[in-house]
């Protein structure tokens, strides 16, 4: 352990290690640079070699968050902005014939594609995508189902999609067999927005379900 005045461009270094002239750590202290294995430093915390978070919090349903990505050189960055390509969670229990609120707080003026999921005990999913616009200037928000998938044992695996409104879909589901306390119609539901920021689910179907959402915002 000690300092090195005349390395890495004679900033000088505060340096830990296990036998003499490696770097285990280092502090440049010019920059304040952590080094770890490395004695050159360029981010405030340098690596090289694996790194592994052992416990990571869960972010609360509905809270927005950005996904991680790295550069050529191994930077940790956003997405391309602080907003393109955030995501918002959410699980929503809904019984037959109610409505709930699927997704609140989503931000104004995004376009984004919700993927919605729901099953039940006897191992049918079906998950659907759909385009949202959330702009409320001029009330112009709106949504869109585009496609989907039922695991199903017929061939009739995909969603029938009836766009009542700008703000309102319904969806369909065939081949859904008899099961957990619901009849073939247990997968279906109406998505509405009663504004730009709320995504509401009705449960068109016969069972109680909990229906998931994931939002990803595009542009």
Not at 11 to 30: C, E, K, W, Y
Not at 85 to 109: F, K, S
């Amino acid at each position: 352990m000690g300092i090195n005045p005349n390395i890495n461009g004679n900033n000088g270094l505060f340096v830990i290690s296990r036998t003499p002239g490696a770097t285990d750590f280092v502090m440049d202290l010019s920059s304040g640079n952590i080094g770890i294995a490395n004695n050159a430093p360029t981010n405030t915390l340098d690596v090289a070699g694996s790194t592994r978070i052992r416990t990571m919090d869960i972010a609360a349903g509905a809270t927005i968050v950005t996904p991680v990505y790295s550069d050529t050189n191994g930077v940790l960055n956003k997405a391309v902005t602080n907003v393109y390509g955030t995501v918002i969670n959410n699980t929503v229990n809904v019984t037959a014939g109610a409505t709930g609120t699927l997704i609140t707080g989503i931000p104004n003026a995004g376009v984004y594609k919700a993927v919605i999921s729901v099953g039940n005990a006897c191992a049918r999913t079906a998950v659907a995508e759909y385009y949202v616009t959330s702009n409320a200037f001029n009330s112009a928000f709106s949504i869109k189902g585009i496609d989907g998938l039922l695991n199903t044992d017929t061939t009739s695996k995909g969603p029938v999609f009836t766009e009542v409104s700008r703000t309102t879909t319904s969806v369909v589901w065939s081949g859904v067999p008899n099961c957990a306390g619901g009849t073939g119609s247990a997968f279906s539901y109406t998505l509405t927005m009663p504004s730009a920021d709320v995504i509401n689910i009705t449960n068109n179907g016969d069972a109680t379900l909990d229906y998931r959402i994931i939002l990803t915002r595009f542009f």
